[in-house]
């Protein structure tokens, strides 16, 4: 059925590490969205794409990267110029409804 | 500029009561709004969203919203609150023909009292 999946779960990083964090729509939908969520802050936009191969920077996008190479995929990747990378991360897709929908999210947290 | 204020960060009421979770925002241009549902460690769940149609807002698992342009407010409510209800809710506007960005508040934790 149809949906948006993240993986892995949970994520650990050492300092210094770059990691990636997948995600996926069979939507069909063309633009999609990554948000950071830290505790009591709701969520902060890092990047955006509305196209394949086109994206944009959101509120937050210092130390991180993103790339749109197919319709179905959007990951993004937390680098080391992240100071403080710990949070929850969803990734999410629009709909033509105007309607965002929301992946299961990543628990990212730095050793 | 666009922006959302939820007026509790936590809201405790008995299983059975009204439940009432606020939200005012602030935008130049006509506004969508939306109420999302996040239970622990979860994604975001849509509950409804206003897009200039009906004022009042049906959504889903018994909530419902009113749009009032005076008073520039968005509030969620419901009439019997569930033990399952449980769970943070997000007040969001966009702007109608603006780029797609989403601006969140930043939270109301439900807590249901047995």
């Known amino acids: 059925d149809g949906g948006i999946t993240q993986s892995p779960k949970y994520l650990f990083r050492k300092e210094g590490q770059n990691v990636t964090l997948s995600c996926e729509q069979n939507?069909?939908?063309?633009?999609m969205y990554w948000y950071r969520q830290d505790p009591g802050q709701g969520l902060r936009l890092i990047y955006y794409s509305q196209i394949v191969n086109d994206f944009q920077k959101g509120d937050i996008a210092e130390g991180y990267s993103v790339s749109r190479e197919k319709k179905e995929s959007f990951p993004l990747t937390v680098t080391s110029a992240q100071k403080n990378p710990t949070a929850f991360y969803l990734c999410?897709?629009?709909?033509?409804?105007?309607?965002?929908?929301f992946g299961p999210g990543t628990r990212l947290t730095v050793l | 500029a666009q922006s959302v204020t939820q007026l509790d960060s936590h809201v405790s009421v008995s299983e059975g009561t009204p439940v009432l979770l606020r939200c005012n925002y602030s935008s130049s241009y006509s506004p969508s709004l939306f109420w999302y549902v996040q239970h622990p460690n979860k994604g975001l769940q849509l509950l409804l969203k206003?897009?200039?149609?009906?004022?009042l807002v049906k959504g889903i698992n018994g909530f419902e919203a009113e749009f009032k342009k005076s008073e520039t407010s968005f509030h969620l409510t419901k009439p019997s609150a569930h033990m399952s209800d449980a769970a943070e809710y997000f007040c969001v506007v966009r702007i109608l023909g603006g780029n797609e960005k989403l601006t969140f508040g930043t939270g109301t934790r439900l807590t249901i009292i047995p």
């Open positions: 206003y897009t200039s149609a009906a004022t």
């Open positions: 939507l069909n939908h063309d633009a």
């Open positions: 999410a897709s629009l709909g033509v409804t105007d309607t965002q929908y």
